[in-house]
Nanobody
């Protein structure tokens, strides 16, 4: 079992920056992927950014490319640096982890109701005002 705890987030004006951090504990050697997903009210949870925990390969949703950066500074800490934030980035952001052979596919599908298995954090609110 893997536990995930997010920190960071908050409120910022459009154009501002925020940083999210995810601490991963438990059976970390059972996972090979970690990522950030977000869910706005009335919308499905969507993948934002993912990283292979062993090799550093990353994947991003088109909506955040060039603005968000996912990174890993240890075996159990993953960050999401968010720059040039927009009001449409407002959502609850969840850290997730799993073992999956295709990072991009996992990022696109893990947030769906019938998507592949993943461990989830409790979520962190990000609010961007115009």
């Amino acid at each position: 079992v893997v536990q995930l705890v997010e920190s960071g987030g908050g409120s910022v004006q459009a154009g501002g920056s925020l940083r999210l951090t995810c601490k991963v504990s438990g059976d970390i050697y059972s996972i090979n992927s970690a990522g950030w997903f977000r869910q706005a009210p009335g919308k499905e949870r969507e993948g934002v950014a993912g990283i292979y925990t062993g090799g550093g390969m990353t994947s991003y949703a088109d909506s955040v490319k060039g603005r968000f950066t996912i990174s890993q500074d240890s075996a159990n800490t993953v960050h999401l640096e968010m720059n040039d934030l927009k009001p449409e980035d407002t959502a609850v952001y969840y850290c997730a982890a799993a073992s999956h052979p295709q990072l991009g596919l996992w990022l696109r599908t893990a947030g769906r109701r019938n998507g592949p298995h993943a461990y989830w954090g409790q979520g962190a609110q990000v609010t961007v005002s115009s």
